[in-house]
Structures are given as structure tokens and as C-alpha cells.
């Protein structure tokens, strides 16, 4: 009973083709959360969702977007990907915005590959 | 940056022996947590203190917590195989963002 579900898992795109990762959640959490984590590094938060409320991180591309269209799916929009986005993306959520006391919870990631 | 330190990075142990991995981070905290990653996977939860806690055990985990040094640890006792994994440690400041540790990967050898 999988409760963050992340499509696909493995992504292979060209330079420069749009691509869209998608992420579904189970557990009816306020918030989700896109990371990007590149090879042995930590996951980096690019932005999150509070119900509709999207929070764009200052530092995040705008080659970067997101949509969440209802509570159990958002999607992440990348529409010129460069070499360097190549990345593992994952997907959290959190009942609430509260990350003081708030658990997050991962989905199992999409590698994306960029030739 | 404002990104937590993790040492060592890699570590590798033989079976029942103990692991210990160290973060330390700059900024003032709510709480601090420690997650792990098996190799191409997501993250998963361990545990949770917070900034007015000093240690916090769950099963084989045992956390600490300095705020003076600004510092934590995380003990595994009686590794076993299936610790092999990335943990991380993430913590909360002013915000509600959670910043992570930069890692340390775990090896435990049979």
C-alpha cells in the first residue's frame, strides 16, 4: 500500500524536450514537496504546495514548474532540460506546513536522464 | 550555506559492530531529524528531536542532541546488511523549510 507514488521511475529525455514527472499521494496530506538530489548529494527542496498555495524556492530555474491540480497529484514541469538537470526528483508530502513537527514523507523518486 | 555538514561520508563496518555518523549545522533549530536513503530509492523517516531534547532512542537508533555545539549524532547498535544506506540528517530553522545534511553512506559488511 504504496502512499507516495512517483511516475515513472526512470525518465530518459533529450536536450531541451519538455518533460513532466508526476507524483500521486494516498494520505491526504496539505502539503507536497519536489526535491531535486544530485549524485551524492543531499535533496534539494525546488518548491512545495500548501493546499494551492505554491512556494517557489528563490534559488529555483524557472526552467522549473509545477502544477497541482488536486489534493492527491502534483506534477513537475521541466520545460528546457539542460545536462545539468539531470537528477534524481522526489516527491514529499506533509499533513501540514509545520516541518518543526511535521514528518515527511518520499516517494521512491524519478531518475531523469538527459541526452 | 546554511546545508547541515555530515561526517564521516562513507563508513563501512562489519556486522553487529556499532555506526555512529555526526551532523553539525550553523543556524538555530526547532528540531532535527534523521532520514535514510537505500541506494536509488527515497527517503525514509527514522526519527525525530527536538530542539529541547538531548537524546532519543527508537528500537536500535539512539539520538543526541547539543544545541550549544550545534551538533547531533545518530548510533545504530548491531548493524546489520540491510542498514546499508545513505542517512541523512535534516533539520528546521525559523522556517518551515527542511534543510539537509550533506550524508553519510553506510556500509555494513557481512
Known amino acids: 500500500d504504496a502512499m507516495v507514488i512517483q511516475n515513472p521511475r526512470y525518465q530518459v529525455t533529450q536536450f531541451g524536450k519538455p518533460v513532466t514527472l508526476s507524483c500521486s499521494q494516498t494520505?491526504?496530506?496539505?502539503?507536497m514537496y519536489w526535491y531535486q538530489q544530485k549524485s551524492s548529494q543531499a535533496p534539494k527542496l525546488l518548491f512545495h504546495y500548501y493546499d494551492k498555495d505554491f512556494n517557489n524556492e528563490a534559488d529555483t530555474p524557472d526552467n522549473f514548474q509545477s502544477r497541482r491540480p488536486n489534493t492527491s497529484f502534483c506534477f513537475l514541469d521541466i520545460r528546457s532540460p539542460g545536462l545539468g538537470d539531470a537528477a534524481m526528483y522526489l516527491c514529499?508530502?506533509?499533513?501540514?506546513?509545520?516541518?518543526?513537527?511535521?514528518?515527511?514523507?518520499f516517494g521512491p523518486g524519478t531518475r531523469l536522464t538527459v541526452l | 550555506s546554511q546545508q547541515g555538514e555530515e561526517d564521516p561520508q562513507a563508513l563501512s563496518i562489519q556486522e553487529g559492530e556499532n555506526a555512529t555518523m555526526n551532523c553539525s549545522y550553523k543556524t538555530s533549530i526547532n528540531n532535527l531529524q534523521w532520514y535514510r536513503q537505500n541506494s536509488g530509492r527515497g527517503l525514509v523517516h527514522l526519527i525525530l528531536?527536538?530542539?529541547?531534547?538531548r537524546e532519543k532512542h527508537s528500537g536500535r537508533l539512539r539520538v543526541t542532541l547539543d544545541t550549544s555545539k550545534k551538533s547531533s549524532s545518530l548510533l545504530i547498535t548491531a548493524s546489520r546488511a540491510a542498514d546499508t544506506a545513505s542517512y541523512f540528517c535534516?533539520?528546521?530553522?525559523?522556517?518551515?523549510?527542511?534543510?539537509f545534511g550533506t550524508g553519510t553512506q553506510l556500509k555494513v559488511e557481512l
Open positions: 535534516a533539520f528546521t530553522g525559523g522556517g518551515n523549510k527542511l534543510t
Open positions: 528531536i527536538r530542539s529541547n531534547e
Open positions: 514529499a508530502t506533509s499533513r501540514d506546513r509545520a516541518a518543526s513537527t511535521d514528518t515527511q514523507y
Open positions: 494520505l491526504n496530506h496539505n502539503v
